[in-house]
């Protein structure tokens, strides 16, 4: 038998393991679920409701954005600019984009929102999709591969500082 005074620190060891053990699963795990889309509409010119959780597929042709409110698509041919930020640039707030959701987004500290702007035969639609930076990393080569051009402004929060 162990003697209560070796014992005790052992329990309370083993205890404290266990208490970190699972504290441990709980910590930098995404608030969605695994399945859940990782793309959110965050603003632009399209009919989809701030929020609004979805998928980017990416063609050869151009992007596709699908929730459940709504979808877009957008021909590459018409892109003219498309960054990954942690907000929305000034060269794009410039723009005379007729927003019917104006990007008020916060300036966070990681980059969090893929922003696409086109013209098309004219008329210029934006849209800002808030999406983890792990989340985006595929699709960086998958855009440059189908489109010849790729994701402008690609940095790190702390080169904005």
Same mark, same amino acid.
């Given at each position: 038998m162990i003697p209560y005074r070796i014992r005790k620190p052992l329990v309370v060891s083993a205890i404290l393991l266990v208490a970190v053990l699972l504290a441990g699963t709980s910590f930098g795990k995404h608030k969605t679920t695994p399945d859940a889309p990782p793309f959110q509409y965050a603003a632009g010119t399209e009919n989809i409701e701030k929020g609004c959780e979805g998928k980017l597929e990416v063609h050869k042709e151009g992007i596709t954005y699908?929730?459940?409110g709504g979808t877009f698509s957008m021909a590459f041919s018409g892109i003219t600019v498309m960054?990954?930020?942690p907000d929305?640039?000034?060269?794009? !707030?410039? !723009?005379k984009i007729p927003w019917k959701i104006a990007p008020m987004l916060p300036k966070i500290k990681e980059n969090k929102y893929f922003t696409i702007v086109s013209n098309e035969r004219g008329k210029l639609?934006?849209?800002?999709?808030?999406?983890?930076?792990?989340? !985006?990393?595929?699709?960086?080569a998958e855009i440059e591969?189908?489109?010849?051009k790729g994701v402008q402004e690609y940095r790190n929060f702390d080169e904005f500082q």
């Open positions: 699908i929730c459940p960054q990954f930020r929305v640039s000034d060269k794009v !707030m410039a !723009m639609r934006a849209v800002v999709l808030r999406v983890s930076e792990n989340d !985006m990393r595929p699709y960086f591969l189908q489109s010849g």
